[in-house]
Structures are given as C-alpha cells and as structure tokens.
C-alpha cells in the first residue's frame, strides 16, 4: 500500500522561506516520477516540481529559481524548498507519486498517489 505522508507548510510574508516534506512508504519502483502540485482557492490544480529516477528536475516557469526540489532516498522522502515566497504561491500543496493508470499527467509523467496535502499563505 503507498502512502505519502506529508508536513511543513504554514504561513510566511512575502519574500520568506518554507520547506515540505513528503515521506513515502509502499513506493518501490525502479523507475519514478515524483512531484509537487498545488492548488489555490477557485483554481484548477497545477504541476509545480518534477524529479525522476536520474534526479533529473522541471520546475513550472513561475517558481523556477525560486523552488527547488529534491529527494533522500535514504529516508524515503520528498521535499520542496520554496524561496522569495510571493502571496501568488499561497495554495493547499501536494505531493504525488506517479502510476501508470494515474489520472494527472504533467511533464511527462502520470501521477496517481498523493499527499494529504498542506496549506502554504504568503502574506504581503
């Protein structure tokens, strides 16, 4: 059974800092995409972060150079470290796990498991 796990998150001004963690538990695959979306108030769900097995990255254009994401594979866990936050990056934030019958495709990858999500506000 796959699970994601995830915590981090909370509030911050404008130009501070957070990091999210996504532990993972049941996932054992030889090759994977793993990855952050986030979904604002009255917005659809967007594709944020992508890593995949080689630790090759893709950032959406509005948080590259301001995102990065990352993984320890020695503790099964994702993180995304989210710099020079802007109150547009405010949004419930999930982490995902790709499956071949997912239902999200983004940046080449299809993603079917998922966080639990968590909030991220960024005042002005």
């Known amino acids: 059974q796959v699970q994601l796990v995830q915590s981090g998150g909370g509030s911050v001004q404008s130009g501070g800092s957070l990091r999210l963690s996504c532990a993972t538990s049941?996932?054992?695959?030889?090759?994977?995409?793993l990855g952050w979306f986030r979904q604002a108030p009255g917005k659809e769900r967007e594709g944020v972060a992508t890593?995949?097995?080689?630790?090759?990255?893709s950032y959406a254009d509005s948080v590259k150079g301001r995102f990065t994401i990352s993984q320890d594979n020695a503790k099964n866990t994702l993180y995304l470290q989210m710099n020079s936050l802007k109150p547009e990056d405010t949004g419930m934030y999930y982490c995902?796990?790709?499956?071949?019958?997912?239902?999200?495709?983004?940046?080449?990858?299809?993603?079917?498991?998922w966080g639990q999500g968590t909030q991220v506000t960024v005042s002005s």
């Open positions: 049941g996932y054992t695959r030889s090759s994977y995409c």
């Open positions: 890593i995949d097995t080689d630790g090759s990255t």
């Open positions: 995902a796990a790709d499956l071949i019958a997912g239902a999200t495709w983004w940046r080449g990858c299809r993603f079917g498991y």
